[in-house]
T-cell receptor, first 117, second 113 residues
Framework: DTGVSQDPRHKITKRGQNVTFRCDPI?????LYWYRQTLGQGPEFLTY????????KSRLLSDRFSAERPKGSFSTLEIQRTEQGDSAMYLC???????????????FGPGTRLTVT | KQEVTQIPAALSVPEGENLVLNCSFT??????LQWFRQDPGKGLTSLLL?????REQTSGRLNASLDKSSGRSTLYIAASQPGDSATYLC????????????FGTGTRLTIIP
């Protein structure tokens, strides 16, 4: 499968614990995005990378959240000291700005569903 | 601040009917607009992407139109099938330097066999 993959698909954790999610984008896609979706809502933008550089962060991304893309390939999203309000689906997407490949269309992974108890 | 609205929130139609889903946005200075499908508990599947210079895009039984000046897009689904049942989301990218997508809350579509 050459689509966007995310791991794990589901995570249950206790309040106060740290969690880390991984996203593997479509190969050759230089842009990677993280979104968060709560029940009944559309996804909300968190942050995005072009190659290894984190170029934009939403105000939704509090100090407890950190994202990395160390080699410009896969990315990790870490949440420290989780709170019940962090329970959501965390979605990763990728795209490319190389015109010959796609017109900036974002392709999404299956998501990681986080439940904080 | 860009805001995206999708009405209705839910729609049920008998199998075989043609239907239209609506999306409106407040800032007409968009770079592109994407329509997605989301099945319960799953990620998003991209259906159609319309660049700001385009008026419509077609893929199979799906046709999406864009009217930037009025801040509206529609997704037309022909000859609906039970497998079309899902939540449909539209999202806009506001301008070239801004990479994020702003999503509506979606329309939950149910096709009745």
């Amino acid at each position: 499968d050459t689509g966007v993959s995310q791991d794990p698909r589901h995570k249950i954790t206790k309040r106060g614990q740290n969690v880390t999610f991984r996203c593997d984008p479509i190969s050759e896609h230089n842009r990677l995005y993280w979104y968060r979706q709560t029940l009944g809502q559309g996804p909300e933008f968190l942050t995005y990378f072009q190659n290894e550089a984190q170029l934009e962060k939403s105000r939704l991304l509090s100090d407890r959240f950190s994202a990395e893309r160390p080699k410009g390939s896969f990315s990790t999203l870490e949440i420290q000291r989780t709170e019940q309000g962090d329970s959501a689906m965390y979605l990763c997407a990728s795209s490319t700005n190389l015109v010959r490949l796609a017109g900036h269309e974002q392709y999404f992974g299956p998501g990681t569903r986080l439940t904080v108890t | 601040k860009q805001e995206v609205t999708q009405i209705p929130a839910a729609l049920s139609v008998p199998e075989g009917e043609n239907l239209v889903l609506n999306c409106s946005f407040t800032d007409s200075a968009i770079y592109n607009l994407q329509w997605f499908r989301q099945d319960p508990g799953k990620g998003l599947t991209s259906l159609l992407l319309i660049q700001s210079s385009q008026r419509e895009q077609t893929s199979g039984r799906l046709n999406a139109s864009l009217d930037k000046s009025s801040g509206r897009s529609t997704l037309y689904i022909a000859a609906s099938q039970p497998g079309d049942s899902a939540t449909y989301l539209c999202a806009v990218r506001t301008d070239f330097g801004n990479e994020k997508l702003t999503f509506g809350t979606g329309t939950r579509l149910t096709i009745i066999p």
